[in-house]
């Protein structure tokens, strides 16, 4: 667990009993100092403080928290803190750190870091970014790429909220889209989908994956709150989303992070597309075929088996549902594939 400015305690015995691992720095952290667990080494933890000489440093354990390594420092000091880090889940080499402000008011203090061997030597990477008046909030690396990486920020700067960057920050892409004008507070990737990923905001979670054609609200029954931290709990498929005043909250990580993308069936035709309710696919195969229809979020809004019969049409109606995007996931034997289809109304 964590208190404010560092102050870190561990439990191996599931919280009855607790004892300080805080890293020695007279300087300590922001007051709510961004710690993170190594993805590939349980045992591994990383901090961001001030050294003694007042300079935002990673401070590194590989002992669960039991001593401590400084390594070496950011070139940026005083009236700054070290926001968020993230370390790449394919390469622990690649860690990234944002830096914020003390002080709001105190420009040029918004700085992205980035090492690519285990913070022996850094590198500024927001050079691209529109940053002198929007602070830095969340850092999500894809699982399976270290250059691919998505920023938050945290201001009321319309279409200032969410970049993305497939080469390791050398230049970087605005996704806002169609995000309201509210702050941005965390990020995180979700395994196993098309790029998707949650952010916190103070207007709940959204949800954006190469499919959605920008960001959907995700946020049934959770409370108007702002959401200020958000994990995936992998071994129960959940996301968990702590708030502002409101507690922690969880739900179920959708359905379409279990839908394989691949390379389209060549035997499949689906059409029309976009269409106004039906959608008639042709299916080639001997193989029985099974046909999933999901929401952008996830939702199953229909699950049909076709028994084999070598060539077959079958007619999906999604007319009740809502206009957008819809993914039709075609399973015949092993092969998989999943198509976007646009309802227009």
Not at 69 to 77: E, R
Not at 112 to 131: F, Q, R
Request: proline residues 6%.
């Amino acid at each position: 667990e964590e208190q404010p400015f560092g102050d870190m305690s561990f439990s191996n015995d599931g919280g009855i009993s607790w004892q300080n691992i805080s890293p020695d720095s007279s300087s300590g952290g922001n007051w709510v100092t961004p710690f993170v667990i190594d993805p590939n080494n349980h045992n591994t933890i990383y901090v961001g403080l001030n050294n003694p000489e007042d300079y935002n440093t990673l401070f590194k354990s590989t002992d669960q928290g039991y001593t401590w390594t400084m390594l070496p420092h950011f070139l940026t000091s005083g009236l700054t803190f070290i926001e968020a880090i993230a370390v790449a889940p394919s390469n622990s080499n690649y860690i990234y750190v944002a830096t914020g402000p003390e002080v709001i008011s105190v420009a040029g203090c918004n700085v992205l870091y980035k090492t690519t061997n285990g913070g022996t030597s850094w590198t500024t990477i927001t050079s691209t970014l529109p940053l002198t008046n929007a602070p830095l909030t969340g850092i999500a690396v894809k699982l399976n790429d270290p250059n691919t990486v998505w920023i938050t920020c945290s201001n009321y700067l319309a279409n200032d909220k969410v970049f993305k960057t497939t080469n390791g920050g050398t230049t970087w892409i605005n996704v806002t889209g169609n995000l309201p004008n509210v702050p941005v507070n965390c990020i995180v990737y979700v395994p196993n989908t098309p790029n998707g990923v949650f952010i916190g905001t103070d207007l709940g979670v959204f949800y954006s994956d190469d499919f959605t054609g920008g960001w959907v609200s995700f946020d049934t029954n959770l409370p108007n709150v702002s959401v200020n931290e958000l994990d995936i709990q992998a071994s129960t498929h959940k996301l968990r989303a702590g708030t502002f005043g409101r507690g922690l909250w969880e739900t179920p990580i959708p359905a379409s992070a279990n839908i394989p993308i691949v390379n389209t069936i060549t035997s499949s035709n689906i059409f029309p597309n976009p269409t106004t309710g039906e959608v008639f696919i042709n299916i080639a195969s001997n193989e029985n075929t099974n046909i999933s229809v999901f929401n952008v979020i996830g939702d199953l809004i229909d699950d049909i088996t076709i028994e084999s019969s070598g060539l077959n049409q079958t007619k999906i109606d999604i007319s009740n549902q809502p206009k957008g995007i819809y993914l039709i996931r075609i399973q015949t034997g092993e092969t998989v594939s999943t198509e976007k289809v646009v309802l227009m109304k």
